[in-house]
């Protein structure tokens, strides 16, 4: 399998909304996101062995006891409608197209709905308010000014509780492809154009979480915002690099787990994630038991027919 290296860019000193990404430095091993079957010849298997958020038993922070409840109205949705679309990476137009995102095939699916923003931590904190929901093992701050970032530090069965306590639940990766770009095949959810800290926040722009919703100017062709950036999200596949070359072409599920492959699909990109991992067709393999500081979550639900 081909090496999955996340190369991250931290800017030495940089304003958010005028980052310049070619000024920013490499980043150390330790400040690393990445996926788990590079083997241990990784550049960062060693930190990333030992890392508290990817271990299974990492401890549950106490929930805060928010003064007043934070606002936690569920998240507005948008409709994507049935049909076909071409997914996988388009060459035509994008020149990073790794194996994993190969063949370009088209895939059928029914409409469904998707959140319009990743879930916010006050949205979780009442969430975990009702006891539905277990608190992240990051310090979360749903109650205060952070309380409109998305909610981190959520492991894949964390991620799939809340969706349900939505009556909603992850997307597939299918979904979650076709909602981010459309049936155009574009490389990013607002088409051609470069990705810049206008358009989404990653490595090299605020060096953390922002407010969802905080880049209009990335919108999807469905109205989806930070499909690109901010917070890689969860879907539902397992991961397996050769799944496109085999995947039925309606309403695809993802492949089976089995012995070689049993880590999950994590897609669009995070706040301290390079140019690479925000394309709509970019998709990377994470352990479901992580809890990492750049994974959040976004629902998706059935449309009625």
């Not at 990784?42 to 508290?52: H, K």
């Not at 060459?91 to 197209?97: K, L, N």
């Not at 492949?255 to 880590?263: F, K």
Request: a negative charge; hydrophobic letters at 35%; aromatic letters at 8%.
């Amino acid at each position: 399998m081909v090496s999955r290296f996340h190369r991250v860019a931290v800017c030495i000193s940089f304003s958010v909304a005028a980052c310049s990404i070619a000024a920013c430095r490499l980043a150390g091993p330790d400040e690393l996101v990445g996926s788990v079957h590079g083997g241990a010849d990784r550049p960062d298997a060693a930190v990333r062995s030992g890392a508290p958020e990817e271990q299974p038993n990492a401890a549950r922070l106490p929930t805060p006891v928010c003064g007043a409840m934070p606002p936690a109205e569920p998240s507005a949705m948008v409709d994507v409608p049935g049909g076909s679309f071409n997914m996988g990476c388009n060459s035509a137009v994008d020149g990073e197209c790794k194996p994993d995102e190969t063949p370009e095939h088209e895939v059928t699916l029914k409409a469904f709905r998707i959140d319009v923003t990743e879930v916010t931590r006050a949205q979780y904190y009442a969430c975990v308010a009702s006891g539905a929901c277990l608190a992240p093992t990051c310090e979360w701050d749903p109650c205060g000014a952070r309380a409109t970032h998305p909610v981190v530090c959520v492991n894949r069965t964390d991620a799939i509780a809340y969706c349900k306590s939505q009556q909603k639940r992850l997307p597939t990766e299918a979904e979650w492809e076709k909602a981010a770009r459309g049936a155009t095949a574009a490389k990013f959810p607002w088409g051609n154009d470069p990705i810049d800290c206008v358009r989404a926040n990653i490595a090299g722009c605020a060096n953390g979480t922002e407010p969802v919703g905080s880049h209009p100017k990335g919108v999807s062709p469905y109205g989806a915002l930070d499909m690109a950036g901010n917070v890689v999200e969860w879907v539902s596949d397992v991961y397996n690099p050769a799944y496109y070359g085999t995947a039925p072409a309606d309403d695809p599920q993802g492949p089976a787990p089995t012995t070689q492959y049993g880590a999950y699909v994590g897609r669009g990109g995070g706040w301290n994630s390079t140019e690479e991992w925000h394309r709509a067709s970019a998709r990377d393999d994470y352990e479901g038991t992580y809890f990492k500081k750049t994974f959040g979550i976004r629902c998706v639900a059935d449309t009625a027919s």
